[in-house]
Structure formats: structure tokens, C-alpha cells
């Protein structure tokens, strides 16, 4: 079975532009969350979206945005990109078993570098 | 306050040998469970353990154990006879079930990560 794959591997965009990330989870899981992971930092979570709805959003600004579809996949998006939005963006997803024990498979991850 | 701490920016260890990556946590969440990580620099993160709050016994998946203690706070990963490709960072991470929501669990929370580095 095919892992959680993320669109594009790697982004430049300028100051002031708009960006939007996918993400496909893993077949059957339904639970998508959204990670940034600034360099020489652990991820910090932004989002989690479960059958579509928004379940959990970190501490984020409003520039940033998600939703997810009805086949499970989701997009990012961000505006009004910042130099410090420059950074690794992970999507992960998970089956739709309850408990603290779920193990969240991650996608490669999306590069995004802002100038 | 920071939830998850590592203290180790980076650790050196001789190839064949063990080495502890140290790892506390700060929570008042009764039920919570506790996740190692290591990321390469392909910068995909790999799942390595699970240790639960209620769970008795010490986490082992093949190589790699965590020693929890609980009173302590602490949750760090022993990686056994290291090896090249063990070379990578690796984070410590935490849910609580505070956090989740229905049939969907909680978001996880990292900490800053130990780059570890095994010698030949």
C-alpha cells in the first residue's frame, strides 16, 4: 500500500505570495494533520482535520487555511507568505481508532523556501 | 512551559555500542501516550516506539527500548548496537488524550530533537 504522499517535494515563492500544499493519506485513514518544521526545530502541529472537519489547530495565524475532501486528501494554504513561513511542511495521517495509542504515518514533507 | 524537553542538541556514539537519548515530559493529563521519532535527512519522520501512560512494562521494538519512569517524567530512548544509518535526528514526542476529539485522536507535540551521530 502506497504511504502518505505529499505534492509538491519542494516550493520557492516570494514574500506576499500564496502557496497551496496536498496531502493523500494512507487508504482507509481518515484523520489528516498538518505540521511546520522550521529548521533546527521539532514539528509544531497547525492543523488536524478528521471526515472533514476540523478537529484541532495549533497556534497559527489566520494566513493559514486548510480543508479536507471528501476522498480524505487535504490541501494547505497559505497567504501572504512571510519569510519565516520558509520551512518543512508535514502532513500526516491516521486510521480512525480512538485512544491516546494511534500512530501517525507521515508523509516526505513539502520544502517550502520563501525569499 | 515547553511539554517535551531534550536536552541533547547532539550526541556522538561509536558504532556497535548504546547510546540514551533523554527525553522529559510535562503533562497533567492522566492518560497520554509517549512516541519516538527519527528523521533523516530525506526529512521523512519514522516511528520507531510507543510507550503508554498506563502501559506496566518498558516499550522494546527490536533494537530500540524505551526506559520510562514515570514519577520522573522521563521517557528516554535506548538505541542498542548503533549502527551507520542510525544517523539521523530523532524526536521525542507526546498526545494526550485531552486532545482528542470523537473518534479522531490528538495532535502530537515534539520537542526539539537530538541529532545523533554514530561513528565508524
Known amino acids: 500500500d502506497a504511504g502518505v504522499t505529499q505534492s509538491p517535494t519542494h516550493l520557492i515563492k516570494t514574500r506576499g505570495q500564496h502557496v497551496t500544499l496536498r496531502c493523500s493519506p494512507i487508504?482507509?485513514?481518515?484523520?489528516v494533520s498538518w505540521y511546520q518544521q522550521v529548521l533546527g526545530q521539532g514539528p509544531q502541529f497547525i492543523f488536524q482535520y478528521y471526515e472533514k472537519e476540523e478537529r484541532g489547530r495549533g497556534n497559527f495565524p489566520d494566513r493559514f487555511s486548510a480543508r479536507q475532501f471528501p476522498n480524505y486528501s487535504s490541501e494547505l494554504n497559505v497567504n501572504a507568505l512571510l519569510l519565516g513561513d520558509s520551512a518543512l511542511y508535514l502532513c500526516?495521517?491516521?486510521?480512525?481508532?480512538?485512544?491516546?495509542?494511534?500512530?501517525?504515518?507521515f508523509g516526505p514533507g513539502t520544502r517550502l523556501t520563501v525569499l | 512551559a515547553q511539554k517535551i524537553t531534550q536536552t541533547q542538541p547532539g550526541m556522538f556514539v561509536q558504532e556497535k555500542e548504546a547510546v540514551t537519548l533523554d527525553c522529559t515530559y510535562d503533562t497533567s493529563d492522566p492518560s497520554y501516550g509517549l512516541f519516538w521519532y527519527k528523521q533523516p535527512s530525506s526529512g521523512e519522520m519514522i516511528f520507531l516506539i510507543y510507550?503508554?501512560?498506563?502501559?506496566?512494562q518498558n516499550a522494546t521494538e527490536g533494537r530500540y527500548s524505551l526506559n520510562f519512569q514515570k514519577a520522573r517524567k522521563s521517557a528516554n530512548l535506548v538505541i542498542s548496537a548503533s549502527q551507520l544509518g542510525d544517523s539521523a535526528m530523532y524526536f521525542c514526542a507526546m498526545r494526550e488524550s485531552t486532545s482528542n476529539y470523537g473518534g479522531s485522536q490528538g495532535n502530537l507535540i515534539f520537542g526539539k530533537g537530538t541529532k545523533l551521530s554514530v561513528k565508524p
Open positions: 510507550q503508554g501512560s498506563y502501559d506496566q
Open positions: 487508504s482507509g485513514h481518515k484523520s
Open positions: 500526516a495521517s491516521s486510521s480512525p481508532l480512538a485512544g491516546v495509542y494511534n500512530e501517525q504515518f
